[in-house]
């Protein structure tokens, strides 16, 4: 673990102190203003030299890293550690408390940079999440996970849009219509992370036991929906007629039916006719962006398209399907992902909340909404259907971890102006403090059991001790 | 193959139909004038939309897999494909042929982006450059292979700073002195592609024979070798007074010397102590940037700290490296070094050339110099220690190949003002010329010297017939 902190420190602190040197390396852009990130890549700005760029992400990269190894010395999943790298890095708290340092590495024209990677980033990691979405995982309890999963989508999201009543005057961005904000904010609350989630079971060997095989294939089904329910928001905020929203729902449906109709079997034709271990990676590489690319076109977001592919990339157990799945998953979590964490933290402003004594109060009401919105919802759905009451409440907690996945919508409303920055910072702190809280509650609850079990125990004891 | 090509085709037409579309949405940047893309980074530029930037980066990172698919049917390595489809995509084909498609793909504000993913590219590349230099590969025959690996730089060498007489007039970039001029020219010539010619010989299966064995060791001598040179000529060109390249060359060995004392026993430990396994990749990643950029700083390239962190990477057989290197290497090959081959190939305008006739003259003296001094070179020093003819002309056309290195040596030359645009065509197309030539010319060798058995059998037959 020492060495471990020494080998990160060394690469975090010598740039730092090198970086006093790039200080009038690069004056100019250095010297000016400080700048307020935005997620508009539309301003003229200066461009940057490169070496200072390259700082910046590396950056961006190693505190990432510590962040995650961090969080997984401390028993959570490495990824809330990396989502805080970002915060940290962000006006929030180097901002804040080192300005300077904050202004030579974060010079706004390094915005679209980071920006552009971040995008990579969100396709490749949306790649990824399709891909583990698999068939076989519906079988078995497939009406309880299909029921389950469709309410832990549907409460969470009506408790959202009654929320978005409230917080649609102080919160909303100026121009955007109260259907757009509340359809939003519905699908926001209503995310669950399901990347995050496979991990959490994979850690706590939870994976390949019933409680695991229900709560991935609801989180599955309620992820599919979310990802529906923001397709539908996106389309209403950026269409301005209700005819353009038709044609990009239409433009969306054909688009799917020619990658399931013609994409998918020309894919498995040409893994079948053995596509070269070496132009497999360019093909999914290629594949990924360019359907990603033609869903940005159409007027949804560039992750649909990429999880689309994800999701209908032929799985007949191919030991090169599973060689590109572990080299992608490396280099985006080691590489790409990490400019996404930067470019959410560096938009996430905890000082504006400070302002206005109020506004925590709208957070821990959005906090305390969501949380009780995926519990609750869950619990609601499972117990009539006759799962136990402590394999719901697992199942509640563990749809509750929302992640990366709600950093994505997140950072998509945000762009396209749908919340303020204020709503955006409130929604990251709900989005990390209920991913962090998955771990302890489920060891509360463990511990809870096993004190019953015992007290149980105890009882049958006694009661078998009178009886004899 | 020919799903190979419609998969392909489709990767590459559908987004140059629908680049219609982003005339109108994008058409603020796209109906600028011509941009003549430079290295230089400090101008003040439009930032384009980031799907624009996607689509862009898409496109190149699908031709350039197209390129090399198909080379790779003909016999050739891919690597040649994928050079040459950063010069079909630039100024020299596509900008030609098609200007509205070069001006909606390429407008001069994607060139700094393609430099950072480019800046990556190299970094990475020169990594596992590094990676692949092995100390046993030294044993053996260390003294043949030294001193041929001193001869296939030294005479290039010599003959390159003789040609930077005759072209320092007609083709030096402006406030270039000739030292710093000749030095180049000379790096230039004599660098051979390291990891090209082992895939080469990979693949033909002469990785293991003697030949091969001296082959790579030769080119790995030749290789740090030319690297030292281009160090030098980039200190004189950066460092104003003889004080500054002093304190450059000191940094430089302080540096050195810091990576071989201390971090890589660190390494070695952290290593050794079960650095877990999704922790390697990230810092792997860490330290090859850190240190990347501490040679940026310093004053000498990027690649040389890259490079250097791949050579002192602890190898004691472990699995763990192996599966590092074959991830980077997939990812680098088939997501970073794409860019870096537009970013050359934006740089290669062959029109330039075509404007005078006396260029391509240039351009065929520069090339015959280059081959000459290569095969000549091995050659000479090889003979008079024994190698047998057949196997010291093998060498020489094996250390011929110039490959990606070249480029890479070439756009430091270009990002430096130390070489024209026109010189840096030219050398880009030696580069490319001397690399396609390896494979054919190392055929022709085998047909000859099969020749020259069947006739030194028939004769030999002839004589026992004549004798019996």
Known sequence: MRHFVIAYGLAVVLPAVLALLMLGFDAGTATGPVPTPSVGVGRQQQVPATPLLLFSITVVVALAHLGGAVLRRLGQPRVIGEM????????????????????????GAVMPYLNLLAQFGLAFFMFLVGLEL?????????????LCGQASVAIPFALGVALALLIYAPLAAAPVGFPVFALFVGAALSV???????????????????TGALTIT??????????????????????SSPAEALRTLGLTAAFAAVMVGVVRPLLARLLRRGLSQEATLPVVIVGLLVSGLLTELIGIHLIFGAFLFGVLFPRDGDVRLRRVRERTQDFTTSFLLPPFFAFVGLNTQIGLLGQEATRWGWCLLILAVAVAGKIGGVAAAATPLGVPWRESARLGVLMNCRGVTELVI?????????????????????????????????ESLDRRDAR??????????ARVRRSA
């Open 410 to 442: 997140l950072s998509i409303g945000l762009g396209l102006g749908i919340i303020t920055q204020a709503l955006f910072t409130m929604l990251v702190i709900v989005a990390l403090v209920s991913t962090a809280a998955t771990a302890p509650l489920l």
């Open 218 to 239: 609801c989180a599955a089904i309620a992820d599919v929906t979310a990802w529906l329910l923001l397709a539908v928001a996106i389309t209403m905020a950026r269409g």
């Open 192 to 210: 669950t992370a399901f990347p995050v989630l496979a991990r959490i079971l994979l850690e706590r060997g939870l994976f390949h036991t019933p």
């Open 452 to 461: 019953r079990d015992r007290k149980a125990g105890e009882t049958a004891e």
């Open 84 to 107: 805080a790298a970002g915060i940290v890095l962000g006006p929030s708290l180097l901002g804040a408390v080192w300005p300077e340092a904050y202004r030579v590495l974060f010079p």
């Open 134 to 146: 698999r068939g076989d995982l519906l079988r078995g309890r497939g009406r309880i996970a299909l």
